[in-house]
């Protein structure tokens, strides 16, 4: 068995997130609290693709994501695939949709953002500019690319 | 039919041009006719989480020449925040004292985080880099009353282009009005990219110069800023830009005859003390309309308008 055919093996109940772009997992798991699932996780990382040169993939034991976490994957990685397993089987596959919000979980890059000072929930809106996403923060104003964005709300 | 009534006054991105016309209009009658019983009754939370004695007065100015009262705290050192109230408590108490509260705050978002807190409105005053909608306001009602009008002018932003909040809201609000802007600045502190896709959505003209004088008789507005030191990590090119938009009485001759300067104030050797005499300083009268601007918003938001 090859690691990649280690990887993309069936799992019996459970998610597979596929398309996810290189380099975005970890943070995916972070922001899906993946560490503190009792079942198995799976990653990989970097892995060969055909349409996006290298990929990311987690697989999730026993737990289906639901659409407002499938829309948090979609903020890190717009390209994801959702799989849904029963029992080895796909039963539902679909791409991950952006929100025209955000709320709570993306934490303003801004340092002198109210939000980053009071307990509080942030609340981004969604511009897209053709593949650019950009976050705009109801509080500070302030426009953020995808890549300013470092921190997230667990 | 416009409704202000219990209305926050927190961004100047949140009024269509309909509503700024009638904020200038309401502030340009209460400048010719004061109404000092207007407010007979109502109580003024002025909050100040930072201190600027010059806003701090004009809005409390405002209030009582409208016959309404004053509360609040000019200096944050008085207040419980420093033994870590958050800032959502204190405008819960306050606002259950005041009937509307004005607010200057560092961090920026304060006064949007305040509204949340306060049934009463919340009027801001400046919320660190972000927005100070009553200058915003106080500057268009200066533009219109030296100019009869406010569309299809033409204005320079002068100075520090890239980290001034009242260019910014100024030149959103501008977006309204068909103006022809030029934006001179050294090329480290020109006007940022996310204002400029503003002006192309909204098809404004504008063009881009680090010279000032060649701008100098093109326009009807010349609204001059300061450039701080501290916004150079290296002095020496601090020193390079300084001077270079400095100016001078002698640099007035052959601009158009109805140029009025525009300064958000306090300046510092931006505009030189010989351009006071000159037909065109207008930003003295500029602050004073201030008060007639902040007049106004209480008017409205306590539903007198
Ligand atoms: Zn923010």
Avoid: W
Avoid at chain 1, 100 to 129: A, D, G, H, W
Avoid at chain 1, 143 to 154: A, P, S
């Amino acid at each position: 068995m090859t690691p990649q055919e280690l990887l993309v093996s069936a799992i019996k109940d459970g998610t597979v997130i596929d398309h996810i772009t290189a380099g975005r997992a970890l943070k995916i798991i972070r922001v899906l609290r993946l560490p503190d699932h009792k079942k198995v996780v799976t990653v990989g990382l970097n892995l060969p693709s055909r349409a996006m040169g290298h990929k990311d993939l987690i697989k999730v034991e026993g737990r289906e994501l639901t659409p407002e976490e499938a829309n948090e994957v979609a903020l890190l990685a717009p390209e994801a695939s959702i799989n849904i397993i029963k029992n080895y089987k796909v039963t539902k596959k679909f791409k991950v949709q952006i929100p025209q919000t955000i709320e709570r979980v993306v934490v303003c890059p801004n340092p002198k953002c109210i939000t980053n000072f009071e307990r509080m929930t942030t609340l981004f809106s969604v511009k897209r500019y053709g593949t650019v996403i950009k976050l705009s923060c109801k509080y500070c104003e302030k426009i953020f690319e995808q890549e300013e964005i470092k921190d997230y709300n667990l | 039919m416009l409704t202000f009534k219990n209305r926050d006054i927190l961004s100047i991105k949140e009024f269509t041009k309909e509503e700024i016309l009638h904020v200038l209009k309401v502030a340009s009658a209460l400048k010719k006719k004061p109404q000092p019983k207007l407010l007979d009754g109502y109580v003024l939370g002025s909050c100040f989480f930072e201190p600027s004695t010059r806003t701090r007065l004009s809005f409390e100015t405002a209030m009582q020449r409208l016959g309404g009262k004053v509360i609040g705290f000019a200096d944050p050192n008085v207040t419980s925040t420093k033994k870590g109230e958050t800032l959502y408590d204190s405008i819960k108490i306050i606002s259950q004292y005041a009937d509307v509260i004005a607010m200057r705050h560092p961090l920026e978002g304060a006064a949007r985080r305040a509204a949340e807190a306060s049934e009463k409105p919340i009027i801001n005053g400046g919320d660190g880099a972000n927005q100070h909608p009553s200058q915003t306001f106080l500057d268009l009602l200066s533009i219109q009353e030296t100019q009869k009008k406010l569309e299809n002018l033409s204005i320079a932003f002068v100075g520090d282009l890239k980290y001034g909040r009242t260019v910014h809201s100024l030149a959103q609000a501008l977006c309204h009005f068909n103006s022809r802007v030029y934006c001179v600045a050294p090329e480290m502190l020109q006007m940022p990219e996310y204002i400029l896709d503003e002006f192309k959505l909204s098809r404004i003209k504008f063009s881009l110069h680090s010279e000032l004088e060649p701008i100098l008789p093109k326009v009807d507005i010349l609204y001059m800023t300061r450039i701080q030191a501290e916004r150079f990590g290296d002095p020496a090119e601090y020193e390079k830009v300084k001077n270079a938009y400095v100016l001078t009485a002698a640099m007035l001759k052959g601009v158009k005859s109805n140029l009025k300067i525009l300064h958000p104030l306090p300046r510092v050797n931006e505009v030189a003390p010989d351009v006071d005499a000159t037909p065109y300083a207008y930003y003295f009268q500029e602050a004073e309309n201030g008060l007639y601007v902040r007049e106004a918003l209480f008017g409205l938001v306590l539903g007198k308008f």
